[in-house]
């Protein structure tokens, strides 16, 4: 009952900035898709050894199973893409569909690794070769 009900109410009746409220999104975006890959794992672990379902079917199957408050963050459901490209929305977004808003905002910086170490490695062994 405490969580916004979608990005648009957070633009047209709290007011706030396109930036303020991605910024507020991201937990929540989060929050729903590590849900639907859980309730996706699920799903799988129930179906095992039936016809593998299409990704439609699957989707549907995962927002059914989502629970209400965190429907409207996920990024495949047809909530948060009506929100994403409405007008009030749309205006600063207009270059950011549903999948690229989930794939940037889901991660956090600890998921970018720099294998230091390895790339140093590999690029001497680059510039030995080219000698």
């Known amino acids: 009952e405490l969580l ?13 900035e396109n930036a303020m409220v991605w910024m507020l999104a991201r937990p929540l975006v989060r929050a729903a898709f590590v849900a ?14 039936e016809v593998a379902k299409s990704e439609i079917d699957q989707m549907k199957a995962i927002e059914k199973a989502m629970p209400e408050a965190l429907l409207p963050w996920m990024p495949s459901s047809s909530i948060f893409c009506k929100d994403v490209l409405s007008e ?10 549903p999948v ?15 294998p230091r170490t390895r790339y140093e490695i590999e690029i001497t062994r680059l510039k030995k070769e080219a000698e």
């Open 88 to 97: 009030s929305i749309r205006n600063t977004t207009g270059f950011i569909t």
């Open 4 to 16: 916004p009900g979608s990005l648009k109410e957070l633009v047209e009746v709290y007011k706030l």
């Open 36 to 49: 639907a890959m859980k309730i996706r794992d699920e799903l799988e672990e129930e179906d095992a050894g």
């Open 100 to 114: 690229l808003f989930e794939s940037f905002w889901s991660h956090n910086l600890y998921d970018i690794y720099n």
